[in-house]
């Protein structure tokens, strides 16, 4: 069975500062790694994805992969209000099914 | 470019009528998914499908739901008999192949009656 862990949360920061979002998994084969963003009542929207161990940048975002440890995390520098939202981690193996983690509240006050 | 789209967007239904929900991929894209999602829970896959073609259903309930992507014209998920408990949001998600990171549809929210 494979597994997915996020912190439900909610993760509370304040404007400007950096949320760290992080992410376990189970399955060793893992290959591919994903986050997305979900506001309440939308639907997922693809932020970043990540295939080698290492950092990844994009913008204010960093997805920071870590297959010894099997971790995933996504680092958003200068937090916004508008970052609020969950966040979800997904993970792929050799299958074509990503399994999606149940999700990170992030909560950005001003 | 348009991107994944879904109807009905909301659709409200009584206990026993059937659902339909239609789904159209991204252009160039071949590969759809069908997930569901609960209130305050995560994203479970349902169904991929390739044109006309079901690769892997095993997240399906085995009665009362099926799937169809058809050489021509919009996936459609269908769930036969409806109960209160198929109240959900329904995803799809479409990709170039099987191995390309996947885009959502704006959803199709099911309301059973």
């Known amino acids: 069975q494979k597994e997915v862990e996020q912190n439900s949360g909610p993760l509370s920061v304040p404007e400007g500062a950096i949320a760290s979002l992080n992410c376990t998994y189970s399955?060793?084969?893992?290959?591919?790694f994903f986050w997305y963003r979900q506001y309440s009542g939308k639907s997922p929207e693809l932020i970043m994805f990540?295939?080698?161990?290492g950092d990844k940048e994009d913008g204010r975002f960093t997805a920071q992969l870590n297959k010894a440890s099997q971790y995933v995390s996504l680092l958003i520098r200068d937090s916004q209000p508008s970052d609020s939202a969950t966040y979800l981690c997904?993970?792929?193996?050799?299958?074509?099914?990503?399994?999606f983690g149940r999700g990170t509240s992030l909560i950005v006050h001003p | 470019n348009a991107g994944v789209m879904q109807n009905p967007r909301h659709l409200v239904r009584r206990r026993g009528q059937e659902a339909r929900l239609r789904c159209s991929p991204m252009?160039?894209?071949?590969?759809v998914y069908w997930y569901r999602q609960l209130p305050e829970e995560g994203l479970k896959f349902m169904v991929y499908?390739?044109?006309?073609?079901?690769?892997?259903e095993s997240g399906m309930p085995k009665e009362r739901f099926s799937a169809e992507f058809p050489k021509e014209g919009p996936s459609i998920l269908r769930i036969q008999q409806v109960v209160r408990g198929d109240s959900a949001a329904y995803f799809c998600?479409?990709?170039?192949?099987?191995?390309?990171?996947?885009?959502f549809g704006p959803g199709t929210r099911l309301t059973v009656l």
């Open positions: 998600a479409s990709s170039p192949t099987s191995d390309n990171e996947q885009f």
């Open positions: 399955d060793r084969g893992s290959q591919s």
């Open positions: 990540i295939y080698s161990n």
């Open positions: 997904a993970v792929k193996s050799g299958s074509y099914i990503p399994t």
């Open positions: 252009k160039g894209h071949s590969h």
């Open positions: 499908l390739q044109k006309e073609n079901i690769i892997d």
